[in-house]
């Protein structure tokens, strides 16, 4: 089973992920702070979704899980108007960073690259 891992305090963008992940049989661990996101990265997961949008300093956070994984793919979401914020989490380490709405119109493609 894949493994995923993201940082997200949107609760409902949380079901939306987990029920897609249990769609697609890949393993999905929600944090909603940067320290509990780090503490999931020791499961060795294939893919980290940020929500670039949390309250909880995901830029920050990026920067961390660098400085551990450098072979994790990362994928950023946001408001499709952040570019400021976008910049910021590319230079922080995210592989991609999407508009939310691409991100929800092709989140099964995302999470089947998890998959084992």
């Known amino acids: 089973m894949g ?4 940082l997200m305090d949107d609760l409902f ?4 992920l987990a029920e897609t992940a249990k769609q697609l049989g890949v ?3 929600v944090a909603t702070n940067g320290d509990a996101l780090m503490g ?12 670039l949008n949390a309250r909880s300093n995901p830029i ?4 961390m899980l660098r400085l551990v994984r450098k072979d994790v793919r990362v994928v ?13 989490a590319q ?3 995210c592989d991609e960073v999407m508009p939310r709405s691409a991100f929800t119109q092709n989140l099964a493609s995302i999470l089947s690259v998890a998959k084992d």
């Open 13 to 16: 963008f949380q079901m939306k």
């Open 27 to 29: 393993e999905l661990k």
């Open 76 to 88: 950023g979401f946001l408001s499709h108007v952040q570019v400021d914020i976008a910049a910021q």
């Open 60 to 63: 920050r956070t990026i920067e």
């Open 91 to 93: 230079k922080a380490g």
């Open 3 to 6: 493994k995923v891992v993201a």
């Open 40 to 51: 999931l990265i020791e499961s060795n997961p294939k893919l980290v979704i940020v929500d």
